[in-house]
């Protein structure tokens, strides 16, 4: 597939939220999965904002041990939360020469080999959800070109973000509410990893390959699945498939023909 093709198929994944079992965190999931895709970045993730100015971690589901310490400080410093608090791209920075506000998340950041850092708020307008955080761990930063891509891809997710919460009839606090689920979900899919790759004999990785992918042939939320595997230590059984009608004759009363 051609990047040109990956680029229109990630537009309309990020607008297929208008369904009834809109899952949140498969979605995210799926922007950083495609950031990493297209843009050669070494790592995104996505970072929420719930309630007010205090950020919160949603993706990636499968971070690597140097990423989530990465991800952990990007909550309360660096690119992701000053593109969230201005509403505005930060560009490739060089980790070597980084403001010195962001300190401790550029130190934990180069520690972990990673050398440019950039971010994009995911916004609409006057709502700002938090951002998308791009880390790089080569010799250039992500092209300006490619910033300006993922911020269409950002503002795209803001856009399905806000548009499954219209589908739902909800207010603000609502979608908000089902953003900050994305946390939790997070952490339980972290356990059910866990849980799932011990009783398989598999890696973390494949596990939760192995949890998407049948979450997403069986219509099931992620979340769901992750449950299931912490609780019976396996995949759920799918759903039984619906019944059709039973067909039934029915039995006509004997009517007397008159004499």
């Not at 309630?51 to 909550?75: R, T």
């Not at 962001?102 to 950041?109: S, V």
């Not at 900050?180 to 339980?188: K, S, V």
Request: charged content about 25%; proline content about 8%.
């Amino acid at each position: 597939m051609s990047r040109e093709d990956k680029i229109a198929q990630t537009f309309v994944e990020l607008a297929d939220t208008l369904v009834a079992d809109f899952d949140v965190i498969d979605f995210l999931q799926q922007l950083t999965v495609r950031c990493r895709d297209i843009f050669a970045v070494t790592d995104a993730a996505v970072v929420l904002a719930y309630p007010g100015p205090q950020m919160y971690s949603a993706a990636p589901c499968d971070p690597s041990p140097a990423l989530s310490k990465v991800v952990d400080l990007a909550l309360h410093e660096g690119p992701a939360l000053d593109a969230y608090r201005t509403a505005e791209p930060v560009a490739p920075g060089d980790l070597a020469r980084a403001p010195a506000a962001w300190g401790d998340f550029t130190k934990q950041a180069r520690d972990a080999g990673y050398t440019y850092a950039c971010a994009v708020p995911l916004r609409l307008r006057r709502d700002t959800l938090g951002s998308l955080l791009l880390l790089r761990a080569t010799d250039s930063p992500v092209p300006l070109d490619d910033l300006a891509m993922a911020q269409a891809f950002a503002d795209a997710a803001t856009i399905g973000l806000i548009h499954a919460r219209t589908l739902r009839h909800t207010d603000t606090g609502t979608i908000n509410e089902q953003l900050h689920g994305a946390l939790h979900g997070r952490i339980l899919i972290e356990q059910a990893k866990g849980y799932l790759a011990a009783h398989r004999d598999v890696s973390l990785g494949d596990a939760f390959d192995l949890m998407r992918d049948h979450a997403r042939r069986n219509g099931l939320m992620l979340s769901t699945v992750a449950q299931n595997a912490i609780d019976a230590g396996d995949l759920p059984r799918p759903p039984a498939p619906p019944r059709p009608p039973e067909s039934r004759t029915r039995e006509r009363p004997n009517r007397r023909l008159p004499d």
